[in-house]
């Protein structure tokens, strides 16, 4: 697996940017949520669905979302705007397994009323807890230059 980026050239990202990157992903999720919803409505007669069925597909379809991007390029489209990037501590692009781990532990980073981010205002690898739990870290881009 090649390495994403040489590491002279990256940063931590900030708080800020991660929950910014977070906030227009998660416009994208509902879209995604409502596509799902609108099948899982047509397939259903066009009645109301629930039940564990419905809610595993909701719950797949958000991860599957995240994982498509973070092991591709390890950026989200929110990622890309905020120029943030996913990826091992080594720099190495995220596999499916890493991903998951990185998916399940941030539901329960947001779960806890977000202190699983706010943990990294107190860590000394300025790391989130679902950094910490998949050996993943999230890197400011640098701008790029002008040609």
Request: no cysteine.
């Amino acid at each position: 697996m090649p390495k994403i980026y040489d590491q002279t050239d990256v940063m931590q990202a900030s708080l800020f940017k991660r929950l910014a990157a977070f906030v227009y992903d998660l416009m994208v999720v509902i879209a995604v949520l409502f596509a799902v919803s609108a099948v899982g409505v047509a397939i259903n007669d066009g009645e109301a669905v629930d039940g564990p069925l419905y809610k595993s597909a909701l719950f797949l379809a958000v991860f599957l979302f995240n994982g498509y991007f973070w092991t591709r390029s390890g950026q989200t489209i929110g990622m890309m705007a905020w120029r943030l990037r996913v990826q091992t501590i080594e720099g190495y692009s995220l596999s499916w397994g890493h991903a998951l781990k990185r998916f399940l532990m941030a539901i329960i980073s947001i779960a806890v009323g977000g202190l699983g981010y706010w943990w990294m205002l107190f860590s000394d690898q300025r790391m989130t807890w679902h950094d910490m739990v998949s050996s993943t870290r999230v890197v400011q881009l640098p701008k790029r230059k002008k040609d």
